[in-house]
């Protein structure tokens, strides 16, 4: 890791309802699986809990790659994808890959 890598942090500010997520997740062994279910209305934060969590996960693993997915093209482009633009910490390199939708 270089002095680059180490200084990006992710300045998230999770609501009380996010960190216990974020908490269940660090607190699960290492080499296990998490199922968490969390729904609710739109404008809840999920799609800005799931970006988040992204880049954390990938600002923990330098090199890693990290997908984050969405049943419909059209709902990963107009929110997942400018969700996660708007909480990218500065400094973080993104390298898109475009692919046809499958």
């Known amino acids: 890791m270089t002095t680059a890598q180490a200084a990006i942090e992710n300045r998230w500010d999770p609501s009380e309802r996010q960190d216990a997520v974020r908490r269940k997740i660090a607190g699960a062994p290492v080499g296990s699986v998490s199922l968490i279910g969390y729904g609710g209305a739109a404008g809840g934060a999920k799609t800005n809990l799931l970006a988040n969590l992204a880049i954390d996960i990938a600002l923990e693993c330098p090199g890693s790659r990290?997908?984050?997915?969405?049943?419909?093209?059209?709902?990963l482009q107009t929110t997942t994808m400018a969700e996660f633009d708007a909480s990218l910490p500065k400094g973080v390199l993104v390298?898109?890959?475009n692919s046809s939708p499958v």
């Not at 990290?66 to 709902?75: A, E, F, N, P």
């Open 66 to 75: 990290t997908l984050v997915g969405r049943q419909d093209m059209v709902d």
């Open 95 to 97: 390298r898109a890959y």
